[in-house]
């Protein structure tokens, strides 16, 4: 039987400032550590476009439906704050101001800045390949779990380490999470070759340092020339520490060589820091770093359960404005960003909602397991409308999220870099009180060079909605669905010409692109 | 594969329907952290398949062999070994005799763990092979070096290891010397030629970096920050002399890094160094009187706290947090736990018997006043034993820090409870929801039930029985202690009800009144002592998984050679790995 033909975008070619660079330094030069550095400011000194970012947020405990999904002509005629759940949005005309909708903030100028509705893409339908809390380690490695474990590398790790796209910047990728350092699969969204988690930083300063460390203005000569010397140590400690890698790895068999692969990848980007930092970005003015009046110096009390909860609303805010900074200044390409609740049942005397939404400080047990939505029966007729009463408050802390999101691409934009970012945001789970990762609210949100159509709301054909007694998300009638498709979208985006990413029960839940995002 | 379909129940107050093709609730925890979730499913070695979902008995082990002469794939496969943050932390300070621990200092991410996994605890040990150097570590690593140095800078401890008569024109004979003595002991072997040559005496080396236009102090500076970076340093390796292939054992050398992170978490002393050069390692009597000497030292016990503690999920008591509506006593108790944990582990196995037994029937703790408040007895003080014997509460599964860390927050939680038994203390595997396409909804709190209550739509739903029938007798056994291990016979105005019945096919089969009962039939159980077996072989091979499962099975036909009253003593189980040729022979994987 013939291979069925599979379409894939053609490979962004060379620019031509990329060509000419090329050619004047030589195919030879291309081995060199720094080429793609060098390379990359040759073009944008032409004038070529960036080069694109991905940034991942992963937000817990899933979607209030009734506040986010489309309201178009076909959905249930239930009333809601005086209006229904059904209304005349479509893909390409829809509505996001109507009172409590959780996507407010992508149409809100009045707060920041600009409506950006237009740069925004969401997708209902999408399924994860795990349910339950651990699924955050399903979402960009698009594979089930096993022990807690995907059995593959992430999106982002896939395409920054191995595939490269992080080789020019002096941070490969930046992995970032609030509250929670513990590398358990709930709370993970970044995983090398093989399904091994990546260290994640939790404080501010940590993070901080380990973008901007090593700046030092040009005209800083004493400051310079320390530079240059702890650059030449720095160095000759990689050179070691490389040729001590690669004697070792030499030794291995080639399934222990991923161990020696990964820590020489570590090491590269090391270098980079090392090196004289440079600004390459369209806007890179280095942020003042924040001091032990800002947040907590001890990296203990940021800790979930640890008197941590109450500066995740200000942690997250930083690191939001950090991945806009870092990728501004074009210090990485790649950053994922796990968010946490709302502060969790606060310690004896603290307010119990610090941030004035009039939730109940126990999230998790209160609201997403309050969460009761319509359901369906196994014939697909509407069985239940659900309790509204517990729609808005789980609602509640998507907007927050969602303003997060606003915010970032309020700051890319006013540092000139929301163009090339590609954002991708979506919780492990759909319905929270169900433990679902079917139906996961996906939005994708991005500038001009993004090769998605934005300004669209899609809803795929074959759904599994749940709660419904019989549908099942990993019913091979679903796969059309599967997240994984979505990654090799992305991939693609990025010039990665792969045509199916994770694992799933088979190829139809892996290969292919998801259709109607270009 | 079987189809399983899956339902959503919906609960209301008044009770609960079942939709029509039957399937399972299940209660998955209300912590907000990710591990609340359903932790997939193990591959948990026990004889039987991992994915089956019933209670499935450990089966006895496949490879056949005695001891010496097990069969070439069961032994466990070279490789390299990345040191966990604790071993790291001992490495550097018996390097440089620093006091700090950088691994703490310095936040370096936490170890990935394999092993046995229930939520909300995770995977248990942290020795694992699997472990990697990431770009936040390698970053933090170089942070560390560089903050060791400067320590040891200032205190004159690198002068002393690296003196030098004539620094200026006599710097790279110092290096030289320095790197031959430090180096050996920081890379745990004699250094190579081409290491020496890329650290000293080529033009370009690390210490010509550092010192030419600059000072030799400079130069040996730098050496010492690229030493605590090396491969060398940061990896254990299991590769046999050079050029081994197929089966072969480990160097002389090897063995002692072996034999010292195993038992101490640390790098070799000088006497294990002796006598690893006197090949005394070589012989399983030599290898024996190192290993009982090294277990009786400040670190060998202490390591064996540690992994006690890991094995049973609660070495991060002191981390967890309670409703402080239903809980406001437990933060302030919960590092007395973790206390408690250390201390009556370290008192059974060094003062006690050592056994499996009396860790888990103990009639006496070490707690202080505000934990022996808890359990309703009187504290007998800082580090004696507190005895039990008034109170219903036995061994370490009735201390506060497995009754907490296995829990909600807000409430006692019989599966997590029965999980982490089945899946740690008996070997019995048991399938993870997701893993069977299972979606667990989330039962409301209902003010008029037990959690017992709550939990039987388990066992009245045929879909659930099959696996949680056996799970849940396990939990509910405990369930005469809340959620932070307080002791309770009402709750909700209801009496407690503690009586349960396990019929797995297993000798745990029985009928048992409450949880002295269960605990007194886990210890007497052979299936719990050979799952002992199997995490003291987990914790120690440093793997878990489908590759290892020949070499543990193997472990486990040795072990059964040991005489009866050796089998249940932890110290004894660790000392026969030690002694066996699966401790000391590898394979080309």
């Known amino acids: 039987m013939k291979a069925p033909r599979i379409l894939v975008p053609a490979p962004q070619p060379l620019s031509r400032s990329r060509r000419s660079f090329l050619r004047a330094v030589g195919v030879g030069a291309t081995a060199l550590p720094f080429y793609k550095l060098l390379e990359d400011s040759f073009a944008q000194a032409a004038g070529d476009p960036l080069s694109l970012k991905l940034v991942t947020i992963s937000h817990p405990h899933g979607m209030a439906a009734e506040y986010w999904e489309m309201r178009t002509p076909a959905q249930p005629d239930i009333p809601l704050d005086g209006r229904s759940l059904r209304g005349t949005d479509s893909e390409t005309s829809f509505d996001i101001k109507y009172p409590n909708c959780s996507l407010q903030p992508f149409d809100d100028p009045a707060t920041y800045g600009k409506s950006f509705k237009d740069r925004t893409l969401t997708v209902e339908g999408l399924d994860n390949a795990a349910d339950g809390h651990d699924a955050v380690a399903s979402i960009l490695t698009g594979s089930p779990l096993t022990g807690g474990k995907p059995a593959n590398s992430s999106l982002d790790q896939f395409l920054a380490v191995e595939k490269g796209l992080g080789a020019a910047t002096r941070k490969s990728n930046l992995v970032l999470d609030v509250g929670m350092p513990d590398l358990t699969p709930g709370h993970t969204l970044s995983y090398s070759a093989g399904g091994v988690g990546i260290g994640k930083i939790i404080s501010p300063f940590e993070a901080f340092d380990y973008v901007f460390s090593g700046f030092v203005p040009q005209g800083d000569g004493a400051g310079q020339a320390a530079l240059k010397r702890r650059s030449a140590l720095g160095q000759s400690v990689i050179d070691y520490v490389r040729d001590d890698c690669n004697r070792l790895r030499g030794r291995l068999a080639p399934v222990e060589q991923k161990k020696m692969d990964q820590h020489l990848a570590s090491l590269r980007d090391l270098e980079k820091s090392f090196g004289a930092m440079s600004t390459t970005g369209p806007s890179c003015t280095p942020p003042v770093r924040p001091t032990g009046s800002d947040f907590p110096t001890d990296v203990n009390k940021l800790r979930a359960f640890n008197g941590g909860e109450l500066t995740y609303d200000k942690v997250t805010t930083f690191f939001i404005d950090l991945i806009a900074q870092a990728f501004a200044c074009d210090i990485t390409r790649f950053a994922t960003l796990v968010m946490n609740d709302l502060p969790w049942d606060s310690p004896a005397g603290a307010t119990m909602d610090a941030l004035g939404f009039g939730l109940p400080s126990d999230f998790h047990n209160l609201v997403a397991h309050k969460y009761q939505t319509r359901n369906y029966s196994w014939e697909g007729k509407l069985a239940g409308q659900g309790d509204a009463a517990t729609w808005l408050p789980l609602a509640k802390y998507n907007k927050y999220v969602y303003g997060k999101v606003a915010r970032l691409m309020q700051k890319l934009d006013a540092l000139g870099a929301l163009d090339s970012v590609l954002i991708y945001v979506t919780s492990e789970m759909g319905n929270p009180n169900a433990h679902s990762g079917a139906s996961v609210p996906t939005l994708l949100a991005g500038g001009v060079n993004v090769p998605f159509r934005f300004g669209r709301r899609l809803k795929l054909s074959v759904d599994c909605w749940t709660p419904n007694d019989s549908c099942m998300a990993r019913d091979p009638k679903y796969a059309s669905g599967a997240n994984n498709h979505l990654l090799v979208s992305i991939a693609q985006a990025f010039g990665v010409n792969i045509n199916s990413f994770g694992k799933g029960p088979d190829s139809t839940f892996t290969t292919r692109p998801l259709a109607g995002l270009t | ?589």
């Open chain 2, 1 to 589: 594969m079987m189809r399983r379909s899956r339902i959503l129940v919906e609960i209301t107050g008044a009770g609960f329907a079942l939709a029509v093709w039957g399937g399972c609730v299940g209660n998955v925890g209300s912590t907000s952290t990710g591990a609340a979730g359903a932790g997939a499913g193990g591959i948990v070695v026990s004889g039987s398949g991992g994915s089956a979902g019933s209670g499935a008995p450990s089966g006895s082990g496949g490879a056949t062999g005695a001891a010496g002469s097990s069969p070439t794939s069961a032994y466990i496969p070279a490789r390299i070994r990345r040191l966990t943050n604790a071993e790291y932390d001992a490495s550097v300070q018996a390097l440089l005799g620093t006091g700090m621990a950088p691994s703490v200092q310095f936040s370096f991410p936490p170890d990935a763990r394999q092993g046995p996994t229930n939520s909300p605890a995770g995977p248990a040990f942290s020795v694992n092979d699997a472990q990697r150097v990431d770009p936040v570590l390698a970053d933090k690593l170089d942070t560390a070096a560089q903050a060791l140095v400067t320590e040891a800078r200032a205190s004159g401890k690198l002068t002393a290891l690296a003196p030098c008569a004539n620094p200026t024109s006599g710097g790279e004979a110092c290096a030289k010397t320095f790197v031959l003595s430090f180096g050996a002991k920081a890379y745990r072997r004699a250094l190579t030629d081409e290491e020496v040559t890329g650290l000293v005496s080529s033009p370009t080396s690390v210490y010509h970096v550092g010192a030419d236009g600059y000072t030799h102090d400079d130069g040996i500076d730098v050496l010492t920050r690229v030493l605590l970076q090396s491969a060398a340093f940061l990896y254990v390796t299991e590769l046999g002399a050079p050029g081994a292939a197929g089966a072969f054992a480990l160097t002389a050398g090897e063995i002692a890094n072996a034999l010292a992170y195993l038992l101490t978490s640390g790098p070799p002393d000088d006497m294990l160094l002796a006598n690893a050069a006197s090949g005394l390692l070589a012989t399983p009597d030599g290898r024996e009187q190192e290993a009982r000497r090294l277990l009786a030292t400040p670190a060998g016990r202490a390591r064996f706290v540690r992994v006690v503690r890991e094995w049973l999920g609660i070495d991060d008591v002191a981390y967890r947090e309670k409703a402080q509506s239903v809980y406001p006593a437990f933060a302030s108790v919960s590092q007395s736990m973790e206390n408690e944990s250390r201390a009556f582990i370290d008192e059974v196995l060094n003062n006690g018997t050592g056994t499996l037994a009396e860790l888990l029937t103990a009639d006496w703790t070490i707690a202080d006043a505000p934990l022996a408040a808890i359990y309703g007895v009187t504290s007998a003080g800082a580090g004696k034993r507190t005895s039990l014997a008034s109170v219903k509460r036995r061994g370490i599964l009735n201390q506060g820090a497995f009754l907490s860390v296995f829990a909600n927050s807000n409430s006692s939680h019989p599966v997590f409870r029965g999980v982490a038994l089945m899946r740690r203390i008996a070997c019995l595997s048991t399938a993870d929801p997701g893993a069977l396409g299972i979606v667990v909804s989330f039962p409301a709190a209902d003010a008029s039930k037990t959690t017992r209550a709550r939990f039987d739509a388990h066992t009245a739903d045929p879909g659930c029985a099959s696996c949680h029938t056996t799970i849940d007798a396990f939990g509910f056994a405990l369930e005469n202690f809340d959620g932070m291990g307080r002791m309770r016979t009402t709750e909700n105005n209801l009496p407690v009800d503690t009586k349960v019945t396990l019929s797995a096919g297993t000798d745990l089969d029985g009928t048992y009144a409450d949880s002295t009962e269960l605990v007194a039939a886990l210890a007497g159980s052979a299936l719990v002592k050979t799952c002992l077996a199997r995490q003291i072989f987990r914790s120690s091979a440093a793997r878990s998984d489908a590759t290892i499962e020949s070499v543990e099975n193997a472990f486990v036909e040795i072990w059964k050679q040991l005489p009866a009253n050796q089998q249940g003593r932890l110290a004894d189980v660790l000392v026969a790995y030690v002694r066996s040729s699966l401790f000391v022979q590898r394979r080309t994987p």
